[in-house]
């Protein structure tokens, strides 16, 4: 009666044990699936907001590093010797404009030099012709591809890295009427829009078309939707802007554009370095007088 009591008990003890262990790899297994998920949703965003950041207009691609593109543009290499032709005293992109509303916008007119682009675009055809590669005209990009209804190019980069998170392009017209500088402008957004949402097929990208002279500021929003709560979040912004008679359309990403702080830093560092050069410049010219005035009874 004792052996079997005590068999009894040995069971039991058994049974809760591999209940217990069972409970265990069942809540380890379930959270190795949840990991598992969480990371395979994860990798899909990325590859969703990768896809979309790859966008480009007039050759120029969203994430492109400024200074490269520059150095590109002028087809010069990219060496420390031309460090003057693409970078400024305050280790800026040359020509920044709008230093202090955010934007660190430059005008990429004045660097683009068309005549050593195609000749050494021309080199590149060539060479894969004589490799014989197929479409060597498409191996062979170039930095900017102009269009001939646009006078002027713009980007908008990040002061740390040099990333572009704007792109812009000015329409030839002039416009003293916004209705008809958006129904100017539509197309292209159109065209834009279309060509994106064709190298970008997932579901839970999301379009939004604003792009109409009733909005306020006329755009075409591009967002994804999380699948872990549902939230939307602006991923693309194609926008039509009309200024002073001006047409521009636009391509950006918000989430790439500098944060508050990061823009307080960058703004006090450039306060810093204008010290510094004051203060250097000063003392140069001290010196100089040093040299030319009567030292008698100063020493």
Not at 56 to 70: A, N, V
Request: glycine share 4%; hydrophobic share 30%; with cysteine.
């Amino acid at each position: 009666m004792k052996k079997n009591y005590i068999k009894w008990i040995i069971g039991f003890i058994i049974i809760v044990i591999i209940y217990i262990v069972s409970g265990l790899l069942y809540i380890e297994i379930e959270k190795r699936n949840n990991i598992k998920e969480i990371s395979e949703k994860r990798e899909r965003q990325v590859k969703i907001t990768k896809g979309l950041y790859n966008t480009k207009l007039f050759g120029i691609k969203l994430q492109q590093e400024t200074d490269i593109l520059l150095f590109s543009l002028q087809n010069v290499a990219s060496t420390y010797g031309n460090i003057d032709k693409v970078y400024d005293e305050k280790g800026l992109i040359k020509n920044t404009e709008n230093l202090f509303f955010y934007d660190y916008s430059v005008k990429l007119n004045s660097f683009i030099n068309d005549e050593g682009i195609e000749n050494t675009r021309q080199s590149c055809v060539d060479m894969y012709k004589k490799l014989e590669r197929e479409n060597p005209e498409e191996l062979c990009i170039k930095p900017i591809i102009k269009n001939e209804n646009f006078s002027d190019y713009y980007i908008k980069y990040h002061p740390y890295g040099y990333r572009i998170w704007s792109i812009t392009g000015k329409l030839n017209k002039n416009h003293s009427d916004k209705d008809k500088c958006i129904e100017d402008l539509k197309p292209y957004a159109n065209i834009l829009m279309n060509n994106i949402k064709k190298q970008n097929t997932s579901e839970r990208i999301v379009v939004e078309d604003k792009f109409y002279p009733s909005e306020r500021n006329p755009k075409i929003i591009f967002s994804y939707k999380s699948e872990f709560d549902n939230d939307t979040t602006s991923t693309l912004i194609i926008e039509g802007i009309c200024k002073n008679n001006s047409s521009y359309i636009s391509l950006s990403a918000p989430l790439l554009r500098p944060n508050s702080d990061e823009l307080k830093r960058i703004r006090k560092q450039i306060i810093e370095k204008k010290q510094i050069n004051k203060k250097e410049n000063f003392d140069k010219s001290v010196k100089e007088k040093e040299k030319s005035i009567n030292t008698q009874g100063l020493q």
